[in-house]
């Protein structure tokens, strides 16, 4: 299935894409079942398959407005430096890491498919980062390996957008540059997990105004969709709708000589066969004085 968060007539709303449409779920699961995070911990996802088969679709598909998959998420937490050639792009000759890196993400640094990026007036430095994201089905602590994959409710793809020269003021963080408002997406939904046979050969594609930017398969990876859930569980308690966000191939735009960062008017996709496609144009920021 395909899971959505939308708004129309300025409500926000959740639902299934039924072919070109989809099926509002904000009112058909109970008074308190209200967004899709909260379908999730309900553990609704059998119920909701079965109100796709029987009902007709309540909009259109390019009639709403697709948000986030997950707005409301309580944890984003993001990869870094996961597929194996991208230690090797750091030149730098260090061993691959022992543990993941991680850092957190704010949803506000998110928006959904269609909606524009924004380039801060602070830097013209806005990169993108091709991803596929985990999204958290079932609550857990110290989830081993063995049991990691039954946590997971689906993938989504994500544009994990950078401000590149603001990672570089903190000596011990890249939180200002990761945490820019728009400067990243999720979507367009989440496609749940009974869709894939496995996770450790799915493919991820960066293009910019059509031209292929990155491309790797989740084969490369250093640590994988298990290995992640379980050491992040081991110090933080997942919980559903939570977002883990596994890592970008090689190929950003501070990489190329000389860097090649977004510009108003370029086009991201972030193409994820078995998902779909996250596509989202860049625009300046625009700010009103104080």
Known sequence: MKLVSFETGGQARFGVVAGEGVVDLTTRLGADITTLRAALAADLLPRIAQIAEQTAPDHR??????????????????????????????????????????????????????????????????????????????????????EAESHIAGLTCLNEGTI?????????????????????SIGPWLV???????????TVTTRVNGEVRQHDTTANLMFSFRRLIHYISTWTTLV???????????GAGVRFDPPRFLQPGDRVEVDVPGIGVLVNEVRDEEVSPC
């Open 192 to 202: 749940t997990a009974d869709a894939f046979a496995g996770y450790d050969d799915l």
């Open 164 to 184: 590149r020269d603001w990672l570089r003021h903190g000596k011990f963080n890249v939180t200002q540059g990761k945490n820019w408002d728009a400067s990243g």
């Open 61 to 146: 598909l390019d009639a709403v407005r697709l948000v986030s998959p997950i707005p409301d998420a309580e944890k984003i937490i993001c990869v870094g430096v996961n597929y194996g050639n991208r230690n090797e792009e750091y030149k730098d000759g260090s061993a691959p890491p022992a543990y993941p890196s991680v850092f957190p993400r704010f949803t506000r640094s998110f928006v959904g498919h269609g909606d524009a990026l924004r380039r801060p007036p602070e830097s013209a430095q806005l990169d993108y980062e091709g991803e596929i994201a985990i999204v958290i089905g079932k609550p857990g602590r110290r989830i081993p390996e063995a």
């Open 240 to 250: 559903p709708g939570d977002i883990i966000s596994t890592g970008t191939p090689v």
